[in-house]
């Protein structure tokens, strides 16, 4: 089994960037991809962006790529989430999550990930 721990997070004035990293551990040899998740205060957990971890294949949610960028190191085992042009509305709890090498899935979904962390909290101040 993997596991995963998110860092980085913290506060931030709006405008500003942040990067958040996501360790994996265990059972890595196995991973097909990592995802970033998002879940702010009464709304549904929302997806950021994924990365296939051998080929190094991104994918981004809607609106998410113009100020969103997501890396991995495969020596470290490490993700990353860079943040730039960070407003109040990107208040959240990020969580990244991996998921195992099998069945075919899109990575846009929550339910498709095998292993989640605790998640890391983003405050953006106006």
């Known amino acids: 089994q993997v596991q995963v721990v998110e860092s980085g997070g913290g506060w931030v004035q709006a405008g500003g960037s942040l990067r958040l990293s996501c360790a994996a551990s265990?059972?890595?040899?196995?991973?097909?991809?990592m995802g970033w998740f998002r879940q702010a205060p009464g709304k549904e957990r929302e997806f950021i962006g994924a990365i296939t971890w051998r080929a190094g294949y991104s994918y981004y949610g809607d609106s998410m790529k113009d100020r969103f960028t997501i890396s991995r190191d495969t020596v470290t085992n490490t993700m990353y989430l860079q943040m730039s042009a960070l407003q109040p509305e990107d208040t959240a709890v990020y969580y990244c999550?991996?998921?195992?090498?099998?069945?075919?899935?899109?990575?846009?979904?929550?339910?498709?990930?095998?292993?989640w962390g605790q998640g890391t909290q983003v405050t953006v101040s106006s």
């Open positions: 265990g059972r890595t040899f196995n991973m097909y991809a």
């Open positions: 999550a991996e998921k195992d090498a099998g069945e075919i899935v899109t990575l846009r979904q929550a339910a498709e990930y095998d292993t």
